[in-house]
Structure formats: C-alpha cells, structure tokens
C-alpha cells in the first residue's frame, strides 16, 4: 500500500497568513492526488483534485503543486472559515490512501 | 446539484450486520465510481472500498481491515450505492461517507453527510 505522510500535523496561523502543507507519497503517484477540508463536525470536502485543480467553487486562495512523491496545498491568505483539518488522498492505485490530517488551529 | 445522502447507520452489536445506503441526485450515479469513506470519531479518514461503473466492469476494491466482510453494490436504476457490513466489530464504530469518483468529471469529488455506525454491546 502507498503510505502517505502529511507534515505538519497541526499549526497556528493568523487571518491573513500563508499556510503551506505537505504531502508525501511513498512512491510515485504522478499526479494523483487530492486535498480536502474537513471543519469541525461536518463532513470533508474536496479542494483539489489531479495535485493543482481547483474544484468547481473553491477560492483561488487555494492552490496545490507537486507531482511524483512529493505535494504542497497552499492557502495564499488564511480565511476565519479556513481553520480546519485538511487531508490529501492518493488515488494512483488501491487501497486509496489518505494522509493523517494537518489540523490549521487560530493563533 | 450534486448530493448524496447516506442512511442505516445504528447501533449494532458484535457479530452484527447492518446495510448502509448512499442515495444519489443531481447525476447519474450509474456514470460514476463510488466509494465509501469512514473515520472514527476523533480520528482521521480511512478509506473503505469502491465500485466501478458497470460501464467499468463493476468491480469492487477492498481496504484489508475490512476485506471478506464488508461488501459494496449498486443498483443504478435507483440511483443507488449500498454498503453490505457483517461480522461487525468494535473497530468499524465510526461514521461512514460515501463519495463520488476522485478525478475531474463533474459529478466527482462530492461527499454525503455521514451516517453513524456503532458497535458495541
């Protein structure tokens, strides 16, 4: 199975902020990947998919890079809606896989 | 508008079983892979299983946690995705998602509200 390992697994930032989160595959999953966001008590919801495309009604606040092994998403200024856990999912092969979480805390 | 709308979460007792359904509108789910999500309260995402269109070959993928126990259908022309759960354990307590495909159709990438499984005696 394809491991993957998101760091951090949590921060503080500020509204305003540039976050940036990372994503680590095991092995080569090209660009396969997705990130979501998950707010307390309700269900995750996708940001990206394909490493760096927005999903229909996403801001552009939100972007992502990478390809291969390694991944970032990247939040260009931290919103108050935006405090949540955010996940990223390879699905170049079975089991898909998630990473632990990144969990984006109020400084 | 895409929705899904997962249904038959309870309590269950060890050994149980228990038929989780994810009723899709807004597509045709009969044109997408479905899979199923589940996370334990507190905890992250795992990955459960998915289905192929028919269109695909219909086939079905397994995490290993769960594998010989847990089985995923559809029945496209009610627009449809069912999870089958037998030989449940304490461990598969958690709330289960359902999501569409992972890639760029139109219909992919949408997630249901989760429904409540717990197991326990």
């Known amino acids: 199975d394809i491991q993957m390992t998101q760091s951090p697994s949590s921060l503080s930032a500020s509204v305003g902020d540039r976050v940036t989160i990372t994503c680590r595959a095991s092995?080569?999953?090209?660009?396969?990947l997705g990130w979501y966001q998950q707010r307390p008590g309700k269900a995750p919801k996708r940001l990206l998919y394909g490493a760096s495309t927005l999903h229909s009604g996403v801001p552009s606040r939100f972007s992502g890079s990478g390809s291969g092994t390694e991944f970032t998403l990247t939040i260009s200024s931290l919103q108050p809606e935006d405090f949540a856990t955010y996940y990223c999912l390879q699905y170049n092969s079975d089991p898909r896989t998630f990473g632990q979480g990144t969990r984006v805390d109020i400084k | 508008e895409v929705q899904l709308m997962e249904s038959g979460g309870d309590l269950v007792m060890p050994g149980g079983s228990l038929r989780l359904s994810c009723a899709a509108s807004?597509?045709?789910?009969?044109?997408?892979?479905m899979n199923w999500v589940r996370q334990v309260p507190g905890k992250g995402l795992e990955w459960v299983g998915r289905i192929k269109t028919k269109g695909d070959g219909g086939a079905t993928f397994y995490a290993a946690p769960i594998k010989g126990r847990f089985t995923i259908s559809r029945d496209d022309s009610k627009n449809i995705v069912y999870l089958q759960m037998d030989s449940l354990k304490s461990e598969d307590t958690g709330v289960y998602y359902c999501?569409?495909?992972?890639?760029?159709?139109?219909?992919?990438?949408?997630w249901g509200q989760g429904t409540r499984v717990t197991v326990s005696s």
């Open positions: 999501t569409s495909g992972e890639v760029g159709y139109a219909h992919d990438g949408y």
């Open positions: 807004g597509f045709s789910a009969s044109n997408a892979w």
């Open positions: 092995q080569d999953i090209r660009n396969h």
